[in-house]
């Protein structure tokens, strides 16, 4: 199995968007390792508490889940581009 942080940091350029990807696939992975042991997942509670005042309209799930992959593709994309 991959090991996804190693991936992203070896992958992207040092840069604050490279950190926010990080910062996305730790909270991913922490998320999947609570929910096989029946923790509370506080990261992620506190990142979506963060995240959601900033969406516009009702947020749904499906609406929740396409801001996060945006904002997972913009990061991406900043770090390539700083990275030429």
């Given amino acids: 199995m991959m090991n996804l942080t190693h991936y992203v940091e070896t992958t ?3 840069s604050p ?4 990807v990080l910062a ?9 390792q609570q929910q096989n042991i029946g923790k509370k997942p506080g990261f992620l509670k506190n990142y979506l508490l963060k995240l959601i005042p900033t969406i516009e309209g009702p947020v ?9 992959g945006w904002r ?5 994309c900043t ?3 700083q990275a030429r």
């Fill in 60 to 68: 749904t799930f499906d609406l929740l889940l396409h801001e996060l």
């Fill in 17 to 20: 968007e490279r950190e926010e």
């Fill in 12 to 14: 992207l350029p040092p």
């Fill in 24 to 32: 996305l696939v730790r909270l991913g992975l922490s998320f999947q």
């Fill in 79 to 81: 770090a390539r581009k």
């Fill in 72 to 76: 997972l593709l913009a990061a991406i």
